[in-house]
């Protein structure tokens, strides 16, 4: 997330991001695999696809269900701690999920605009992907560029280069799918659908359109955008916006899209453990009756139990503190997976 002034809620921008997929989407395990059939990019090498609006993993259709966790790069960069990101991989396996959303964070500069616009640190950028992606892993010697348990790769939260990066990006991958990251705010023409008619410069439209944006990524946070306001008109919002995105991604852009990141914030007015659990419901509620249309959502963000709780931002979710949350979270997870054995 950029720092948005009155928009997201701030942070460091991210530099380059990673989706990965759990250890159980690339296994033999056939109740683990979806299994609908859809004309696509078929490969059968384990890395996901498009087709149309569909993600796609083998030639079968690829419904996800997954979570957040920033800090995971962070805890495995510390051998006192890295053996924290295997934990955390078996809490949420055994919730059901199956894609995560890691970060790095890069160095932070004076002005956002010559981030973008400055030859040098738009090198130091590329460098810095040509890295990441021809790195090979330690254990497995593949390289990330070749590594099918990688779903696919952001540019940055809200890039202002997106044409540039995408073709750099695709130049060295042209196996992974590639995304933007950004929040999900419309443009000048659409500022109605915004939360305050918030302008942030960045159009979902226009910039998903981008032949080399493979996908469309979206944020909702109604608590921080509208915290002055009720939980029910918070609530209202949230409806449509995930309506009108999933809306856009299937008639306008004719791309998948992804929610990865929602949820709410105890650090927030109007929080209680129900006002929580009613986000989690309506946004997991939409994206299930949209899946034969693409919706997907990554919850913000999977916290271990007494191990990471510098990380708690007021929406990181304990398992063992959060039942409630836990329970909707396995039963989203049951009915996708009723999908892939169905249809």
């Not at 890295?82 to 004076?110: F, P």
């Not at 590639?178 to 915004?194: K, R, V």
């Not at 359109?209 to 109604?222: E, L, M, N, R």
């Not at 007021?314 to 049951?334: K, L, N, T």
Request: charged letters at 15%; glycine letters at 8%; aromatic letters at 14%.
């Amino acid at each position: 997330m950029g720092c948005w002034v009155g928009g997201e809620r701030g942070r460091r921008p991210d530099f380059f991001s990673i989706f990965t997929l759990s250890v159980s989407m690339n296994n033999n395990n056939n109740n683990n695999k979806p299994s609908q059939f859809r004309l696509g990019q078929v490969r059968g090498d384990g890395f996901v696809t498009t087709s149309g609006i569909q993600l796609m993993l083998d030639g079968k259709t690829f419904y996800k269900h997954g979570f957040n966790a920033y800090w995971l790069m962070l805890v495995a960069y510390d051998p006192s701690t890295k053996a924290q990101v295997t934990t955390s991989y078996q809490q949420a396996s055994s919730q059901g999920l199956t894609v995560m959303w890691a970060r790095d964070q890069g160095q932070q500069i004076s002005s956002d605009d010559g981030f973008f616009t400055n030859l040098l640190v738009k090198q130091f950028y590329k460098n810095n992907i040509q890295t990441v992606l021809t790195r090979q892993n330690t254990i497995t010697g593949v390289a990330y560029k070749d590594d099918p348990t990688i779903m696919a790769w952001e540019l940055m939260n809200a890039p202002e280069w997106i044409n540039e990066m995408a073709s750099f990006v695709k130049s060295i991958d042209s196996n992974h799918l590639l995304a933007i990251g950004s929040e999900g705010y419309y443009g000048s023409n659409e500022l109605y659908y915004n939360p305050n008619n918030y302008q942030s410069g960045t159009d979902f439209i226009t910039h998903n359109q981008i032949s080399g944006i493979d996908f469309a990524t979206v944020h909702t946070y109604p608590d921080h955008w509208l915290s002055n306001l009720s939980n029910d008109t918070q609530l209202t919002l949230l409806q449509n916006w995930v309506q009108q995105h999933i809306k856009d991604a299937h008639l306008t852009l004719g791309k998948p899209v992804l929610f990865e990141e929602f949820g709410r914030s105890f650090n927030e007015p109007g929080y209680s453990n129900n006002a929580r659990l009613v986000v989690y419901k309506t946004l997991l509620y939409a994206v299930y009756y949209s899946a034969n249309i693409s919706g997907a959502a990554l919850y913000w963000q999977l916290l271990m139990e007494g191990t990471v709780s510098s990380y708690q931002d007021g929406y990181g979710i304990e398992f063992s503190q959060s039942p409630d949350i836990a329970a909707v979270i396995s039963d989203q997870s049951r009915k996708l997976a009723s999908i892939n054995q169905t249809t």
